[in-house]
């Protein structure tokens, strides 16, 4: 729909993911929405879509126990249980401004990359699902 | 020899004088000009049209004007809708050149355009104003025209409006101008004017002052008679209309309370043709130009044929302002001079071309006049509303009509789409209720409620910021049909992102179309389309469901994808669909913040939000 959000997505949402190892699986843009799901290679899923029509983020880390079996959180719980700092209202679009929110998601993804991916807290996913 | 001379001499006399009497008797008093239309009439036609016009003629050489009057002939193509004078272009140039060519004349001009020949007759005259015609006043010289106009277009009509019928049409105009001229030689310096009455020339003058004809029937004398101080009821007739009695004055008096009753100053005459003569008519008249109230309304009675008494009415209204100032504001633009020309029973007409408007679709409020029956909104206006008067229909109906006639006649530029949204703002929702189960119920409750969502729903919030106490929102409209919101949950079984999860429905706006179901709220891809899938499992393929994914033509621009979005419930509120509004996504902390839903819901549920946090049940 908007290149430039496609753009924007891909810079601050994708390719923190490709750095961490994450593979990209899924990718469907439509007239209301754009959706990107990667896979990391063991048993993570991590699902970012912007829903243009309803401004809103709708961001997801799914980790599975088997093909069917998985737990499920929305990463606005994770920043701001991560982060006590972090107002829910930072990180979501304000309208159709959605670029700031994009950032601040940008950036504490990568936050949370760097925990797991990075440092190996892997416990951390776990903890943070219960 | 000599007598021989006298013979020859004789002869030549008599020969020259026979000469000079063929040529006079030859000299043609009917003069065909040049004719654009290419059509070439026949002899008989000529004689005919000559032998029509020589009687005319003769009728002017008889009241002392002899060789100054003539019949001219005219006929021109129209290019262009220019007029001068109220003449188009052609014809008025044509009534200057024959000005110069005879002092008194009579000149047709046919007009043909691009749809045929001689689709219209123009008529301009020049009569005499001394010796035997001096006493002809102003006000019949200038209705003459019309009236010649009028009896030259219907005997056009008699003949079906065929061009090659041109010579019965003008024939017809040129032997009424015949009658007047000797009618008015032969009354003229009478002291009794009652007999010199010329009905169809009184008739013609109303109707020049655009006057409504309605015809009449059963036309008998009014015993007694109501005497209301606003009415004043000169003719003191009875009639029928289409087989309902009719007295004026008593049905009219309880529009007349109400009018007053709504602040109107309003004064009523009825008068017939035998008040021509008297005082009376003007008396009317200078009400009219000098009165103070704000509205005359004048019914004129003719008879027309006393054995099997009919007759016509001939009805108007007149606006003026308060004071002498107000009425040089007094401004009449076209929808004025319709509303003026209908009459009382343009409350009737407006009506009707509301519901026209209402129920068709793409016509303007001024093509949907076009297409009133005007007989029976006469009716309606005399007879079925005034009696129903605190009917609200009526009264919601009276009240709109003058709002729209007051600001008609005060502001120039109105125009009829204006008037269509200040007439449904006015009349339409006060009396929405009753309106749909009476008058609109002939045209079918969809069809009307069709119309009024798509044509009336589109102004709500227009309408809303401009009429104190106004409200009647969608949810209201549709509560009124005994359907709308239902605070009903619908919980569903989803399959979302292939985990199967409950979600409900917070409440559901009910359309008039029960097979017909659109799903709303936030979040899309997580919960709309599950559940939209779910309840098409649940319901069978019957139903048709859609949601804002089915909507095409989806644009990167906000403000464009808006107006797309808007234009998309509107269309779904008038093909009756019911929305499922799934309301906030529980899964946030707030409930966000969307242009697009928000508009949806103030389209649908006049801005009240589902409840948050949202009713989640549990599907067993």
């Keep these: ?130 | 020899m000599k007598s021989l001379h006298g013979i020859t001499f004789v002869v030549i006399l008599a020969f020259l004088f026979f000469e000079i009497s063929v040529s006079q008797a030859q000299a043609p008093c009917y003069v065909r000009l040049e004719d654009a239309s290419g059509y070439e009439p026949t002899a008989m036609q000529l004689a005919e049209l000559e032998q029509a016009a020589a009687n005319l003629c003769a009728a002017f050489d008889s009241a002392g004007f002899g060789g100054q009057f003539k019949v001219y002939d005219f006929g021109f193509y129209l290019h262009h809708s220019a007029t001068t004078g109220g003449y188009p272009e052609p014809f008025a140039q044509k009534v200057a050149e024959v000005a110069g060519l005879s002092p008194y004349y009579l000149l047709f001009g046919k007009e043909t355009d691009q749809d045929g020949v001689y689709k219209r007759f123009w008529v301009d005259l020049k009569i005499p104003d001394t010796g035997l015609l001096s006493c002809v006043n102003q006000e019949d010289r200038d209705a003459l025209p019309y009236l010649i106009s009028l009896q030259t277009t219907k005997s056009y009509h008699d003949y079906n409006n065929i061009y090659h019928a041109y010579d019965k049409a003008e024939i017809g105009g040129i032997n009424r101008l015949e009658a007047f001229i000797k009618s008015t030689v032969d009354c003229c310096g009478e002291d009794d004017c009652l007999p010199c009455v010329q009905q169809d020339l009184i008739e013609s003058k109303f109707l020049a002052d655009s006057f409504t004809p309605i015809k009449i029937q059963n036309i008998r004398t009014k015993i007694g008679g109501f005497d209301m101080a606003p009415i004043k009821d000169y003719a003191k007739i009875l009639f029928s209309i289409d087989g309902h009695e009719v007295d004026i004055a008593s049905d009219i008096s309880s529009t007349v309370s109400g009018l007053q009753d709504s602040g109107f100053s309003v004064i009523v005459f009825i008068t017939s043709d035998q008040n021509y003569c008297g005082p009376q008519l003007d008396s009317v008249k200078a009400e009219i130009d000098t009165g103070d109230y704000d509205l005359v309304i004048w019914h004129h009675i003719q008879i027309t044929d006393t054995v099997k008494k009919e007759g016509i009415l001939l009805t108007n209204t007149f606006f003026r302002g308060q004071s002498e100032q107000a009425r040089s504001l007094v401004i009449c633009g076209p929808v004025c001079w319709l509303l003026k020309g209908l009459g009382e029973f343009a409350v009737s007409v407006v009506m009707q071309a509301s519901i026209t408007w209402l129920v068709e679709d793409d016509i303007s409020f001024e093509d949907a006049l076009g297409k009133v029956n005007y007989s029976e909104a006469a009716l309606e206006g005399i007879i079925a509303i005034l009696p129903t008067k605190h009917s609200k229909t009526a009264r919601a109906a009276t009240n709109a009509f003058f709002v729209v006639y007051k600001k008609a006649t005060t502001q120039d530029d109105y125009d009829y789409s204006e008037m269509g949204t200040d007439y449904m703002t006015a009349f339409m929702f006060a009396a929405i209720e009753e309106y749909l189960f009476s008058y609109g119920s002939k045209y079918g409750k969809e069809k009307i409620i069709r119309g009024l969502l798509k044509k009336a729903n589109f102004k709500y919030s227009w309408i809303k910021q401009h009429v104190p106490g106004f409200d009647l929102s969608y949810p209201k409209f549709c509560q009124k049909l005994g359907l709308g919101l239902k605070n009903k949950q619908v919980p569903l079984n989803c399959n979302v992102n292939g985990e199967y999860k409950s979600i409900t429905s917070q409440r559901i706006m009910e359309g008039w179309n029960p097979k017909k179901i659109a799903i709303i709220g936030r979040s899309q891809d997580d919960r709309i389309e599950p559940y939209k899938k779910a309840l098409k499992n649940k319901l069978g393929n019957d139903y048709d469901i859609v949601t804002i994914k089915d909507l095409p033509g989806w644009n990167p621009n906000v403000e464009e994808s808006l107006e797309i979005n808007r234009n998309w419930i509107r269309q779904l509120k008038e093909d009756g669909y019911t929305f499922y509004d799934l309301g906030f996504d529980p899964r946030f902390p707030t409930k966000g913040n969307s242009e697009f839903y928000n508009m949806e819901l103030s389209e649908i549920f006049d801005g009240i939000e589902p409840p948050w946090p949202p009713i989640q049940i549990q599907v067993p």
């Design chain 1, 1 to 130: 729909m908007n290149e430039e959000i496609e753009k924007n997505v891909y810079n601050f949402i994708e390719k923190p993911l490709i750095e961490h190892g994450l593979n990209l699986v899924h990718k469907e843009s439509y007239n209301l929405a754009l959706t990107v799901t990667y896979f990391y290679p063991i048993n993570i899923k991590i699902r970012f879509t912007y829903e243009y029509v309803d401004m809103m983020f709708v961001f997801y880390i799914y980790t599975f126990k088997s093909e069917y079996v998985y737990k499920e959180k929305m990463f606005w719980k994770i920043f701001t249980e991560m982060d006590p700092s972090v107002v829910y209202a930072e990180i979501q679009p304000e309208g159709r401004n959605y670029l700031p929110a994009l950032q601040k998601n940008s950036e504490l993804l990568k936050r949370f990359l760097d925990l797991v991916f990075v440092q190996g807290n892997t416990e951390l996913i776990q903890e943070i699902l219960e």
